[in-house]
């Protein structure tokens, strides 16, 4: 994790008078631990959820019974439920999430190990980050505690709805096809595209560029701009 991430975490969410709830499942309560190593966390953190089994999962979180029996547990609808189920049962403002098959065993099809869902509700909406990890259950564990923090730090500096300049096509069934983008002063060539879904924020798209960076694009139709989702040089776009 980058030196004093937890801090500035701490910091911003003093300045904003917010408070903050976590749900957790396979990192089994790692990012409540970081939060509150920081001293005087107890201002901005109300505390957590640890709801490993699915069954937690709808009785402490109100995740739905439908979503899980649908999605599973490892899904980005059920990471998303799990952050608003922790927000609404803290009283909070930020709800974050984390769900995943840490490993070595619990592989399923279409789920392999290292497979995490990290997942976000704010004020400013809901967001799902998908990672594929390529350690052990300690690394796996770990690397998604520290994705959900930087995460969180990177929505209290407004980072999450970033708008950028996306050069893109539509093709005949009006799906968009971004073919290059500006972000940080630099142009990007998206290479190939992979997972894309929708939801009340927009469509999504996971680019790879000409350089081997993995982003998330969002276009939200009603206001006709582009955002950036993440950013991240070790992720899969499948």
Same mark, same amino acid.
């Given at each position: 994790?980058?030196?004093?991430?937890?801090?500035?975490?701490?910091?911003?969410?003093? @300045?904003?008078?917010?408070?903050?709830?976590?749900?957790?499942?396979?990192?089994?309560? &790692?990012?409540?631990?970081?939060?509150?190593?920081?001293?005087?966390?107890?201002?901005?953190?109300?505390?957590?959820?640890? #709801?490993?089994?699915?069954?937690?999962?709808? @009785?402490? &979180?109100? $995740?739905? +019974? #439908?979503?899980?029996?649908?999605?599973?547990?490892?899904? @980005?609808?059920?990471?998303?439920?799990? =952050? %608003?189920? =922790? @927000?609404? !049962?803290?009283? %909070?403002?930020?709800?974050?999430?984390?769900?995943?098959?840490?490993?070595?065993?619990?592989?399923?099809?279409?789920?392999?190990?290292?497979?995490?869902?990290?997942?976000?509700? %704010?004020?400013?909406?809901?967001? !799902?980050?998908?990672?594929?990890?390529?350690?052990? +259950?300690?690394?796996?564990?770990?690397?998604?505690?520290? #994705?959900? &923090?930087?995460?969180?730090?990177?929505?209290?500096?407004?980072?999450?709805?970033?708008?950028?300049?996306?050069?893109? +096509?539509?093709?005949?069934?009006?799906? %968009?096809?971004?073919?290059? /983008?500006?972000?940080?002063?630099?142009?990007? +060539? $998206?290479?190939?595209?992979?997972?894309?879904?929708?939801?009340?924020?927009?469509? *999504?798209? &996971?680019?790879?560029?000409?350089?081997?960076? $993995?982003?998330?694009?969002?276009? *939200?139709?009603?206001?006709?701009?582009?955002?950036?989702? /993440? *950013?991240?040089?070790?992720?899969?776009?499948?």
């Amino acid at each position: 994790m980058d030196p004093g991430l937890d801090y500035q975490i701490g910091e911003l969410l003093r @300045r904003r008078s917010w408070k903050l709830a976590t749900a957790e499942s396979c990192t089994g309560g &790692l990012v409540s631990h970081l939060i509150t190593n920081v001293p005087g966390s107890s201002d901005y953190f109300l505390g957590g959820i640890t #709801a490993y089994a699915n069954e937690a999962k709808e @009785r402490l &979180l109100g $995740v739905s +019974r #439908a979503t899980l029996e649908t999605y599973g547990a490892v899904s @980005r609808e059920t990471a998303l439920e799990m =952050a %608003a189920g =922790a @927000r609404a !049962a803290f009283g %909070a403002e930020i709800g974050i999430s984390t769900s995943g098959i840490a490993g070595p065993g619990g592989e399923m099809p279409g789920k392999p190990v290292g497979l995490v869902w990290v997942g976000m509700s %704010a004020p400013a909406g809901q967001w !799902a980050w998908q990672y594929l990890w390529p350690g052990d +259950r300690i690394e796996n564990k770990t690397l998604s505690a520290q #994705a959900a &923090l930087q995460h969180l730090l990177d929505y209290l500096m407004e980072k999450t709805m970033e708008t950028i300049q996306v050069q893109a +096509r539509w093709d005949p069934e009006g799906r %968009a096809e971004p073919s290059r /983008f500006t972000w940080n002063g630099q142009e990007w +060539r $998206v290479d190939s595209t992979g997972r894309r879904w929708k939801d009340d924020q927009g469509e *999504h798209i &996971l680019c790879m560029t000409a350089q081997g960076q $993995v982003f998330e694009l969002v276009y *939200h139709p009603l206001q006709e701009i582009w955002t950036l989702g /993440f *950013h991240n040089e070790s992720r899969s776009v499948a």
